[in-house]
């Protein structure tokens, strides 16, 4: 299964960058390509069950997945139990970085779920989901550091 990892180092410091990742419901405010995240169930504090819908390269991908949240990690692993793609699993991840600041992860293990055209498409899918993945980061930092500066958050 490819696999596609995005790490950003950011000024903010780990509570902040974690506040901001873990608020995947404000994400369609800050990150172009992202349509729409909604909380579709919520049984606790750790575990939660999202819906998306993402532009990548020209076309909608839609999703529901299942979260576990670990605010201590600063981390939460989720995978895909309904959606466009034949696999969609990974997590995102706030590490203190040694001079301070942040570094934000994205990693994800993904299977398009066409077997016969996987050699082809799934480079290019990888790919797609890398600048994807880097432009949510991006947007991520971008707002984390308007917020330093006293801009909207």
């Not at 172009?32 to 069950?49: F, G, Q």
């Not at 600041?101 to 993904?110: A, E, K, N, P």
Request: aromatic residues 6%; charged residues 20%; proline residues 7%.
């Amino acid at each position: 299964m490819p696999r596609v990892e995005v790490d950003l180092p950011i000024t903010a410091p780990p509570d902040a960058a974690w506040a901001a990742v873990v608020d995947v419901e404000s994400y369609p405010a800050c990150m172009t390509s992202v349509e729409a995240v909604t909380v579709v169930a919520r049984p606790d504090a750790r575990h939660r069950t999202t819906a998306w819908s993402v532009r990548l390269e020209g076309s909608v991908l839609r999703w529901t997945e299942d979260e576990v949240i670990d605010p201590g990690a600063r981390r939460f692993d989720f995978h895909q139990v309904s959606g466009d793609l034949g696999a969609f699993a990974g997590h995102w991840g706030v590490r203190p970085l040694p001079r301070g600041g942040s570094l934000v992860s994205l990693h994800v293990d993904f299977d398009i779920g066409i077997p016969l055209l996987a050699d082809m498409l799934n480079p290019v899918a990888a790919d797609a989901l890398r600048d994807n993945a880097a432009q949510m980061l991006d947007a991520l930092g971008a707002r984390l550091t308007a917020a330093d500066r006293g801009g909207a958050a």
